[in-house]
Structure formats: structure tokens, C-alpha cells
């Protein structure tokens, strides 16, 4: 089974920058993509951003495109979110996953199911 442990999340003023951290256990970190996700109260999940298992392709949605940056340690089994210029439009709780695909189709991801999610870490913009 795996195990995801998001951190990083926390208060920040639109404008500012923020890196999250998504740490995975259980699991041959190597063989999967990593993915991020979002949910904001009252609305779906929705994908964020995807890095495939070497690190060499990416893929954002539109909304964070230009602004977030997905990166991976492959040697600490660990992926990260890098958000640059946040908006309160960001605000929410942030979710890593692993997927056995890379597709630079965000709602391909939108829909998908996962299982385990970790608990998330909340990002609060404030304007």
C-alpha cells in the first residue's frame, strides 16, 4: 500500500510563493509519475500537475500554467510543488498521487480514481 505525506501548505498572501512537498513510501517511487491535485470547499478535485517517473516531462493545468512548477527527488522518493504568484483562486488542499500514466490531458486526470489519498495540506491565499 502506498503512502503519501503531503506538507508545506500554510497562510500566504496572494503574490507569494510557496513550495509543498510529497513524500512516498510503499511503493517503487521510480516506476510511477507523480501527480498533484487540489480540492477547494464545495468543489471537485481537480488536477494540478504531473512529473513522469524520470522527471523529463511535466504537464499543468491551464490555470497554473507559467506559475507552478512540479519537480521530483527521485533518490528522496519525493515530489514537489513549486507555486509561484499565488491567487486566492489557489486556494485549497493539496494532494500528491501516484499514476502508472503520463498523459498531458489534466482532465484525464480529473476523473481518475486513486487510492490511498494522503491527508493533503492546505494552501490559504489571502488577498
Known amino acids: 500500500q502506498v503512502q503519501l505525506v503531503e506538507s508545506g501548505g500554510r497562510l500566504v498572501q496572494a503574490g507569494e510563493s510557496l513550495t509543498l512537498t510529497c513524500e512516498v513510501s510503499g511503493r517503487v517511487f521510480t516506476d510511477w509519475a507523480m501527480a498533484w491535485f487540489r480540492q477547494a470547499p464545495g468543489k471537485k478535485r481537480e488536477f494540478v500537475a504531473i512529473?513522469?517517473?524520470?522527471?523529463?516531462?511535466?504537464h499543468y493545468r491551464d490555470s497554473v500554467e507559467g506559475r507552478f512548477t512540479v519537480t521530483r527527488d527521485n533518490a528522496k522518493s519525493t515530489a514537489y510543488l513549486h507555486m509561484n504568484s499565488l491567487k486566492p483562486e489557489d486556494t485549497a488542499t493539496y494532494y500528491c498521487n501516484t499514476d502508472a500514466l503520463f498523459l498531458a490531458r489534466s482532465t484525464y486526470y480529473d476523473n481518475r480514481h486513486y487510492s490511498p489519498w494522503g491527508q493533503g495540506t492546505q494552501v490559504t491565499v489571502s488577498s
Open positions: 512529473i513522469d517517473e524520470y522527471g523529463d516531462k511535466t
